[in-house]
């Protein structure tokens, strides 16, 4: 195969910061470590260690500090999967092309949202751990991970999850996963809940668009848009959930990332609604993402369900749908005088079910978990029965519902994230 290398790149951005960079050379320096071991694996340890680890950047050293891989991980992968670095070598060459665009986009977004940032952005080859972090103002990009493309060869992987990522990737598209990433630098940290991780990550899908002056693209914001009611609909459903696997990071999904194309229309929307755009900006990028009252806000200022209400009424509505545990029909919850002739527990909820309630275990050990049998929701589905073990006399029992799995027939989830069900029997 023909040698290909990456060029160099390290270019410093006049008109936005002195200090500004973006680096390139961890990429020359793998390639050529990379073709030396073929030459001579006897010696892979000591090539991998002299030819591109010594030289490292500090952003690749931070890398793999951050994402815990090192020299034994290269090797690895390296010896494994030889088809794959074939296959993704000519992709992650950083062309001055590439720079010229991404540079011009960091220009814009500095004249957008003034800042002094004076983090690098460094283009590395790391082991397949990661696309990419942040370290304070620096960005780390893993190009292995985020320049594939359906040609990428996958057949040696093992993860099934990672052999999926390449059917969203494109090599043609490294420079606005490039400003997406680096908007993360100036967010704050953390996020409370499915709407504010979507507005998260979403809006700095928005503000790449407006970065580099050019529609964003992606696998989630073309299903997104073909499919806009359903995903809203769903999104509603599960909005203030702490479960992301439904709307991020979901690679086995038929359609996953959907909680980019939410916060990304989101965004846009507050945006479009507002009369100073300028200070849109600042409010989408500063926005407090642990904060529930602030992220409600600006769902309520988008107008994303298109209905004009307030946070009062947004939040009031969601736990109005969530189902409740009424009661147990066959005891009140934490009683001391249980029968030990009970043979099943009949918990009563709020609405219709779906089928896959989730139960869990005591936490006082088996002993105390009185459950023996799942058998079922009635025909109205509100009523859950289980069927109990042959109870003791004077015993504990407790066991929880929780929100795991557990949510309405219409997918709302569950309103209280570990319910405690518990009770001990009478002497006699």
Sequence with gaps: ?????????????????????????????????????????????????NVFLNKKTDGLKAFMEIKKFGKEDYLNVIEKYPGFWNSIRPNTLIDSKKIKTINRAFR???????????????????TLKSGGTTNKEDLLLGVEKITGDKNTVVSELENENLKKIFLFTNPSQLEQVTVHEFIHTFQKAGEINVL?????????????????????????????FKNYEKVKSDFKKEM???????????????????????????SKKYYESSSDKKAAIKNIINLDFNNEDDVLQFLAISDYFENKKTTEQILSEYKAHQPKLIKIIDFENGSQHVSTDIKKIQIVFSQPMNEKISVNFSKNGKEHFPLKNIIGLDQSKT??????????????????????????????????????????????
Excluded at 19 to 40: E, G, L, R, T, V
Excluded at 108 to 126: A, E, M, Q, V
Excluded at 196 to 223: R, V
Excluded at 251 to 260: I, Q, T, V
């Design 196 to 224: 504010s991780k979507a507005i998260k990550e979403g809006s700095c899908d928005f503000i790449a668009e407006l970065a580099l002056n050019k529609k964003f693209t992606a696998h989630y914001l073309d299903y997104g």
């Design 383 to 428: 009523i859950l029965t289980i069927e109990t073990v042959d109870l003791k006399h004077d015993t504990e029992y407790d066991f929880y519902i929780t929100d795991r799995t557990t949510k309405s027939e219409d997918g709302y989830p569950f309103n209280t994230e570990e319910y405690k069900i518990s009770f001990k029997t009478g002497n006699k």
């Design 108 to 126: 814009r977004l500095g004249k957008l949202y003034p800042n002094n940032s004076k983090g690098n952005i460094y283009y590395t080859i790391g």
């Design 1 to 49: 195969m023909k040698r290909i290398l990456p060029a160099l790149a390290v270019l410093t951005f006049l008109n936005w910061s002195n200090a500004q960079k973006i680096i390139s050379s961890d990429i020359n320096n793998f390639w050529i470590a990379y073709d030396s071991i073929q030459k001579n694996k006897s010696n892979q340890s000591e090539i991998i260690e």
């Design 240 to 266: 203030f959930s702490k479960k992301l696997e439904n709307w991020f990071y979901n690679s086995n999904a038929n359609n996953p990332d959907l909680g980019y194309f939410v916060g990304y229309v989101i």
